[in-house]
């Protein structure tokens, strides 16, 4: 309910876009938030290598790119942390310990760089950069 409540503040001050992580228990999330909220993009990270777009705003999309996305903007500079904003410390820790794995088999795992460090603060910032710049691409329904 608490979520729900910021999402309809966030759409008061105009047109808002809400990406929400569908993978694993992001999917009970977004049956109890749709009914409140209404429109959301429920995105699915996945180990692929395509973006599928199922119905209302559901996509599966790569891990890699959605990190990918991120990555590019900050190196780039297109994209920085606010030092105003709540939690940016937080945040800057959370990308500086976030790390690609690569496996003996060659396989690609994006997470936080030890056990028992925290990622979620990088994945929310990355599902809402993928949705800004690959929104574009896929067919939005608004």
């Known amino acids: 309910e608490h979520i729900a409540r910021l999402v309809k503040s966030l759409r008061a001050i105009g047109n808002v876009r809400i990406a929400v992580d569908a993978t694993g228990?992001?999917?009970?999330?977004?049956?109890?938030?749709?009914p409140?909220?209404?429109?959301?993009?429920?995105?699915t990270l996945t180990g692929g290598d395509a973006v599928t777009e199922g119905e209302g705003r559901e996509y599966r999309a790569p891990k890699r790119d959605?990190?990918?996305a991120t990555k590019v903007l900050l190196q780039c500079g297109r994209l920085r942390v606010a030092e105003a904003l709540l939690l940016s410390s937080v945040l800057v820790e959370e990308l500086l310990a976030f790390e690609v794995?690569?496996?003996?088999?060659?396989?690609?795992?994006?997470?936080?760089?030890r056990e028992g460090e925290h990622d979620d603060l990088v994945l929310a910032l990355a599902l809402a950069v993928w949705l800004v710049e690959?929104?574009?691409r896929v067919r939005l329904l608004l």
Not at 36 to 43: C, D, K, M, Y
């Open 66 to 68: 959605v990190v990918a």
């Open 134 to 136: 690959h929104g574009r």
């Open 25 to 34: 228990i992001g999917r009970p999330v977004i049956e109890m938030l749709r």
């Open 36 to 43: 409140v909220v209404g429109r959301l993009n429920a995105i």
């Open 101 to 113: 794995r690569i496996s003996p088999r060659g396989h690609d795992s994006y997470a936080a760089g």
